[in-house]
């Protein structure tokens, strides 16, 4: 089993920028599939993005704007999210390929 702690939400603009953050508290070297989740109130959560070794693959709504990444030296994975849009407000999650989840990281972009 492995303890996932994200950090990085907060409050952006429309058009802005955040980079969240998924770190592990064992090396995830060996973790071969790592992903990022969301779910906004009253909807299911949905599956964002994943890095699969280093290739990665992205929701529709998320392509072009946010970009999965690990560093397996710092057992952490990063979501780079740009043009964030107001219906990108959720709480994000990381998920790894033998089922660990994260509490979670509030995202919230609003004028």
């Known amino acids: 089993q492995v303890q996932l702690v994200e950090s990085g939400g907060g409050l952006v603009q429309p058009g802005g920028s955040l980079r969240l953050s998924c770190a592990a508290s064992r090396n995830i070297f060996r973790i071969y599939r790592m992903d990022w989740y969301r779910q906004a109130p009253g909807k299911q959560r949905e599956l964002v993005a994943q890095?699969?070794?280093?290739?990665?693959n992205y929701a529709d709504s998320v392509k072009g704007r946010f970009t999965i990444s690990r560093d397996n030296a710092k057992n952490t994975v990063y979501l780079q999210m740009n043009s964030l849009k107001s219906d990108d407000t959720a709480v994000y999650y990381c998920?790894?390929?033998?089922?660990?989840w994260g509490q979670g990281t509030q995202v919230t972009v609003s004028s």
């Open positions: 998920h790894t390929a033998g089922g660990d």
């Open positions: 890095i699969i070794s280093h290739t990665t």
